[in-house]
């Protein structure tokens, strides 16, 4: 697939012709750590690249492309537990499933989805 989105990038017409090979399943992954490529975290200078992929589904005119469609990883959450007591979800946890459900509203064509997140709390 990187070999593909490579070449895409040589031209407007392998662009538009790889365009939908690219965005025929897409896995949108979430690390509970920072990572890093090169000595440098991903991201860097940014937003994480989960947040930066979300937008574009959400963004650009791409997920009427999206035939499979899964989240995966793992989500930190801070004082999971003292919300849990007075019975409230946690406004990111929210803002995650509002725009994963704006990118699903997005994909006309979306055959299979999947979402597995793990809740991490942090004290």
Partial sequence: MADLARVSQTCRVLHFMALPQLYN???????DTIRYIDGKPEG?????????????LVTR????????????????????EEL????Q????????NTVVRLAIDKMAKLESFRYFISYILIE
């Fill in 84 to 87: 849990g007591k007075v019975g």
């Fill in 61 to 80: 005119n791409v997920g009427q492309l999206v035939h499979t469609f899964s989240v995966v990883g793992k989500w930190k959450e801070h004082d999971l």
């Fill in 44 to 56: 860097y200078g940014g937003a994480s690249p989960f947040s930066i992929a979300l937008n574009g």
């Fill in 25 to 31: 399943h897409v896995t949108l992954r979430s690390y």
């Fill in 89 to 96: 979800i946690p406004d990111s946890s929210i803002l995650l």
